[in-house]
């Protein structure tokens, strides 16, 4: 486990322990790492949520399928990000979503009873992790709003720009990774693949953005420009 403490160290929720600290917390809390291989489910939809996971390496993507199978994915969660612990915390113990493996990684599980509830040893830092995990739950909510804005583009064109645009000031560089393949991002985005593909084209062409796989690097941001929703 020791070899994970600097991705933990990097998650809200242990930022600034030592590694004594850090061993402390997960024997008092409590703790089980998997291994997941690309593409296999973390958990599926209906799975239990009494805890939730933090990525320690690879990618988790939580999914969301209506009753037709048209596939959204929610969020691609990387190494110190987190993912369940709105419906842990919210006492929804079967997941309306499901979790896949992006990439192979390993996953740590807390159970969230265990790290709301003061022990008998009375750690001194129960209190500090519940105000952490609030911090993170009103953090999730703002990424979520997030997507939303993107959902709302009327158009294929508007809702990349307003993605890419919004990449662009998340990480503060130029080109930028993103976290999806073109078929993940198109069920990101929720719209049709192959239109989606042709729109970047489109966008390259015109000088707008380049892009190589995963990179993409805004070179014109007039012509990136977003419409705005009528």
């Keep these: 486990m020791e070899q994970y403490f600097e991705v933990l160290q990097k998650n809200e929720l242990f930022k600034g322990a030592d590694e004594g600290e850090l061993r402390s917390m997960l024997s008092c809390m409590g703790y089980t790492v998997r291994h997941f291989s690309k593409n296999n489910m973390i958990w599926n939809l209906g799975a239990d949520t009494k805890s939730f996971g933090i990525v320690l390496e690879g990618q988790a993507q939580v999914i969301r399928e209506d009753w ?90 508007d809702k990349l720009g307003a993605f890419l645009l919004s990449e662009y000031g998340r990480q503060e560089t130029n080109p930028f990774p993103i976290a999806f393949t073109r078929a993940e991002l198109a069920d990101y985005l929720g719209v049709d693949r192959s239109a989606m593909s042709r729109e970047l084209s489109r966008m390259k062409q015109a000088g707008a953005i380049d892009y190589w796989k995963n990179s993409f690097k805004i070179l014109d941001f007039e012509k990136l420009g977003v419409g705005h929703n009528r």
């Design 68 to 157: 037709f199978g048209t596939r959204s994915i929610i969020a691609a969660v990387g190494p110190g990000g987190v993912f369940g612990e709105a419906f842990a915390c919210a006492g929804v113990y079967k997941s309306p979503v499901a979790v896949r493996a992006g990439m192979d990684g390993t996953v740590l599980f807390l159970n969230v009873e265990k790290l709301l509830t003061v022990c008998g040893n009375a750690c001194k830092f129960h209190g500090r992790l519940v105000r952490r995990l609030t911090r993170m739950l009103a953090r999730k909510n703002i990424e979520l709003n997030r997507k939303i804005e993107f959902m709302s583009r009327r158009t294929t064109k």
